[in-house]
């Protein structure tokens, strides 16, 4: 008997008892849906963890001081001021443009609608690091901050919040206790790791400082971080360079530490990959389940066809023959639900896709192995049913019918 009539007789053989078959594949199903669900939707929030990094800032290091001084340096400026952020962006020729900043949750009203946001002090770089756009009137400009101007650039949800449908362009607002005026709207941009930028308003970082925190020191005006961005992604290790020797010749020791959004995104990566492939491997476990669940059907298949098994065997069967057709069976089994399984988890993930902003996708590769492994477990767990039904003598089998 060829390959093709075992692989036919396995299909009508297993579709005569359709309840059982179906149960049997339901292991396997579930294993395989849950694998490939979870391999799809980890590799939908490392793309989305990616995008949102690139749409932070596209070639961005963050500047900050490290909490120890290596050097044991007396200097007493422990903070990063405005004057820094200026040194970099003048001095450090593979720069872009810095955005240096300062933030406090303050109150913000206009007439009787008030609301707490996240007002940032910054320059009008902030724009170009940030990778943000102005939706309606404009951002301030570099000589709005260098005269300290009370202006104000509303994100789009916190306009809002306190204008509704009426158009905040040209109306004062009052931040704390001093009055601005509303020049501009932000284009919507969303929240990422727990900061909403369309929730927030932004104003001119000397404004900040004098009138709303009243942040000064004899350096200068104190900044609570800043984000450069290097000219491309060729430049950014020697923009970081470059940075680090800057803010150590004015600080006199070596206390900074500056940190690429590359490392920030490659340590999401590694840890999403992890935290996905252990989720896979726990699924896995069902697929264990779903092979014992074939081996023991296959089992007590062996026994109720032990009529069949010696009337093959006397027209003259061999016991190759005879293994086969059950290891064939018990592979039908399992590849049959691998695919079933298969095509839930890819459904899955479409249903993610499309209710959260993930974008799943599942690799090829993962498909393919998905196919291989389900296959191996028919194959594996098939093995102990075929051998006990090759070895069953055909007169004991003929007699016991």
Same mark, same amino acid.
């Given at each position: ?9 396995? #299909? ?5 008892? $359709? ?25 939908? /929030?490392?793309?989305? +963890?990616?995008?949102?990094?690139? &749409?932070?800032?596209? @070639? ?26 200026? /040194? ?5 020729? /593979?720069? !872009? ?14 007439? @009787? ?35 300290? #101007? ?8 916190? /306009?809002?919040?306190?204008?509704? &449908? ?10 704390? @206790?001093?009055?601005? =005026? ?6 919507? $941009? ?21 009138? =709303? ?30 940075? +680090? ?16 959004? !590359? ?24 697929? =264990? ?6 081996? @023991?059907?296959?089992?007590? &298949? ?6 069949? *098994? ?17 290891? *064939? ?16 988890? *890819? ?35 098939? #093995? ?18």
């Amino acid at each position: 008997m060829d390959t093709f009539e075992s692989v036919k007789m396995a #299909v009508t053989t297993l579709t005569a008892n $359709k309840l059982r078959s179906s149960l049997t594949m339901l292991g396997i199903a579930i294993g395989n849906a849950a694998v490939i669900a979870l391999i799809g939707i980890g590799q939908g /929030a490392q793309n989305y +963890t990616s995008e949102q990094m690139e &749409s932070y800032g596209a @070639n961005s290091l963050f500047v900050y001081v490290s909490p120890e001084d290596t050097e044991g340096s007396t200097s007493e400026t422990p903070e990063l001021v405005l004057s820094d952020a200026e /040194a970099i962006a003048t001095q450090a020729p /593979a720069v !872009k443009a810095v955005a240096p900043q300062i933030g406090s949750q303050l109150s913000i009203s206009y007439l @009787n609608r008030n609301t707490k946001s996240s007002i940032t002090g910054t320059t009008p770089e902030f724009l170009y690091v940030r990778n943000m756009a102005v939706a309606r009137g404009r951002f301030f400009n570099s000589s709005e901050q260098q005269q300290n #101007v009370q202006v104000v650039a509303l994100g789009s949800g916190l /306009a809002q919040k306190l204008f509704g &449908s009426e158009d905040p362009l040209g109306k004062e607002v009052k931040i704390g @206790n001093a009055s601005f =005026l509303a020049i501009g709207v932000m284009k919507a $941009k969303g929240a990422f790791a727990g900061e909403n930028l369309d929730d927030a308003a932004y104003v001119p970082i000397t404004t900040m400082a004098d009138q =709303l925190t009243g942040r000064r020191s004899p350096y200068g005006i104190p900044i609570d971080s800043m984000q450069v961005s290097a000219k491309d992604k060729q430049s950014i290790r020697a923009a970081a360079f470059q940075a +680090t020797n800057i803010l150590t010749q004015r600080r006199g020791k070596q206390d900074i530490s500056v940190v690429s959004d !590359k490392s920030f995104n490659d340590l999401i990566d590694q840890v999403t990959k992890i935290l996905s492939l252990t989720l896979a491997a726990i699924a896995s476990i069902s697929l =264990l389940v779903g092979g014992i669940g074939i081996m @023991n059907i296959m089992l007590v &298949s062996v026994t109720e066809r032990t009529e069949e *098994i010696g009337l093959r065997k006397a027209v003259g069967a061999t016991q190759a023959a005879i293994s086969m057709q059950f290891l *064939i069976e018990a592979i039908v089994l399992s590849v049959a639900g691998g695919l079933i399984g298969i095509g839930v988890g *890819i459904g899955s993930t479409t249903i993610v896709g499309i209710f959260t902003p993930l974008k799943p996708s599942v690799p090829m590769e993962a498909i393919a192995l998905a196919v291989g492994v389900s296959g191996g477990i028919g194959l594996i767990f098939g #093995v102990v049913p075929a051998r006990r039904a090759a070895q069953l003598d055909p007169i004991v089998a003929l007699r016991s019918a």
